[in-house]
């Protein structure tokens, strides 16, 4: 009979925030209404080999605090399987970059690439994203087409 010392480890909670629990980082809150998505849409964005990053510092006014993250992949990505696998990678990517690297006061979507997203080694994925944010948050370049303004 095995001893209790020789039980698997138990896995992290599945309904646990994805912020991580380090003192001090910003807990990641996920996006829910189709307007943020098209609100972040409409804003910054940066295409990576596995993902785009859309984002955008929401308004003094919204009500929302912290980091707000969602994810989608569209039907060109596969099956509901491989959907379903590209936003599992896309947000343990993000549990990993977001909270030393996103910014409190905005809104992140991640979109998965089609074959890229669900084929790409993991560790690219993540410096993908962390090029990704990085590019958004550059100030725009001299010479550079104005950003379209968000829409309301």
């Known amino acids: 009979m095995a001893s209790s010392s020789d039980a698997p480890p138990q896995a992290a909670e599945p309904d646990a925030p994805a912020g991580g629990s380090a003192p001090g980082s910003p807990t990641l809150q996920s996006l829910r209404k189709r307007a943020d998505f098209l609100r972040a849409a409409s804003a910054r964005r940066q295409g990576t080999r596995g993902l785009m990053l859309q984002g955008r510092q929401r308004r003094p006014d919204e009500p929302a605090t ?23 990678r896309l947000r343990a990517a993000a549990r990993i970059v977001l909270p030393g690297a996103a910014r409190p006061g905005w809104d992140y979507v991640l979109v998965g690439r089609p074959g890229a997203t669900v084929e790409r080694d993991f560790a690219a994925l993540v410096d993908d994203l962390r090029h990704a944010l990085a590019s958004v948050h550059a100030p725009a370049r001299k010479g550079a087409p104005p950003r379209k303004a968000p829409r309301s």
């Open 66 to 88: 912290g980091i707000r993250v969602g994810f989608t992949c569209s039907k060109k990505i596969g099956n509901a399987v491989r959907r379903n696998r590209a936003k599992r």
